[in-house]
Each structure stands twice: as C-alpha cells, then as structure tokens.
C-alpha cells in the first residue's frame, strides 16, 4: 500500500517541479525583456542628445509650461538677446484640472515679447502646428523647442516631421520615480507610433 502512494505521488511531483522550472523560466524571460527595454531606451528617452541653445530666434515652450521650462527659457533668451517666446498653454474651457496652464494664469504670456497660444489640436503635432501658423507671420530662422527629457526625442521626430523647419530641441530635467519612468516609457513608445500612423494637422 505504501509503495503504491509513493509511485503514484511521484507524476504529481513531477508536474510541480516542472511547473516550477517554468516559472522560473518565464520570471527570467520577463527580466531580461524588461531590463532589454530599459537599456534600449536609456538614449531615447532617459538620456536623449539634446539640441543646441544657441543661436535662436525663436524660444518655444511646449506644454505644459511648467516653471522649470519657463525659467530655461528666460535663461536662453537672456543669453541671446531676449528674443521672441512662444508658449503652448491649454485652454481654460478645455478643463484640463490640475495640469491647466491657461494664458491668464501666466505672468510671462502678459510680459513684452511673449506668445501664448493653444494649438490645435492640444498635442505635439498641434504644437508644431502652431510654430508651422506662427512663423508664417514672424522672422523664425531657428526656433529653440523646450520640453522635458522623456519627450525631446519624439518632440524631435513630430517636428521634424509637421513643421520641418530649423529647430533644435532642448529637455529639462525632471525628477520621476522608478513607476514614473516605467510609464513615460510606455506613453512616449504609443505616441511615437501614434506619431507615424497619424498624419500632421
């Protein structure tokens, strides 16, 4: 009786330790892809080659514009003669809650110089859009784009790609945790697809 309980545990035992090794298998497979995943966009989207300042005639702030792309842009501009800005804001009827960044509540859309406008659509294509209807009118030879980190590299292709003209994109730093990180690396990875199928406005 009892050699019969043992030979019939040992399929079952069999099983579980195979079901084991399978697990471990598919644990270190996810591993590797997700640690493939993340070196792979080191330089796309942690580390992307930033553009140079230089030169321009053109400071364009792209939303949100958040304080520490306000004051990059008062950097470069002071650096080259105060030149034009031009920042993307959000309309305030569009309700966009915490993020809204509507002309009205920025001091520097009311400052000599400066361009506040709401591009259509609210996108980075709608942006490039709107620096593509602006430089129909103004003297724009090259035009310095900020935005931040995550976003310089798919900023660069949507430019290059709806307005394509001289543009040179620069990121601000920002500080994101570990589940930020993994989240602006799967939305920036669907808006550069979303950014090739869908043609510019």
């Known amino acids: 009786m ?8 040992l399929p079952t035992d069999r099983r579980r330790r195979r079901l084991g090794r399978s697990l471990r298998r598919t644990t270190l ?7 493939a995943i993340a070196v792979a966009g080191l330089p796309v989207y ?4 930033q553009g140079d300042p230089t030169g321009a005639d053109l400071v364009y702030v792209i939303g949100p514009p958040e304080p520490p792309r306000l004051e990059l842009a008062a ?3 002071d650096t080259d003669g105060h030149v034009p800005l031009l920042v993307s804001v959000s309309d305030s009827r569009a309700g966009h809650g915490e993020q809204l960044f509507d002309a009205a509540a920025l001091n520097v859309c009311r400052r000599r110089g400066s361009t506040c406008r709401t591009p259509v659509p609210f996108t980075t ?3 490039a859009a709107l620096l593509r209807s602006y430089a129909t009118t103004h003297h724009v030879d090259k035009t310095v784009v900020i935005t931040f980190t995550p976003h310089v590299a798919r900023t660069r292709y949507v430019f ?3 307005y394509g003209g001289d543009v040179s994109v620069v990121g601000v730093d920002t500080d994101l945790s570990p589940l930020d990180w993994a989240y602006q690396y799967l939305y920036q990875s669907a808006a550069f ?8 406005p």
């Open 125 to 127: 294509s709608g942006e």
């Open 75 to 77: 950097a470069i501009r």
């Open 2 to 9: 009892t050699t019969s309980s043992a030979t019939g545990a």
């Open 29 to 35: 497979a996810l591993v590797v892809a997700v640690a």
């Open 46 to 49: 942690v580390f992307p080659p």
């Open 160 to 162: 290059a790609k709806c």
């Open 193 to 200: 697809v979303k950014a090739w199928l869908t043609p510019c």
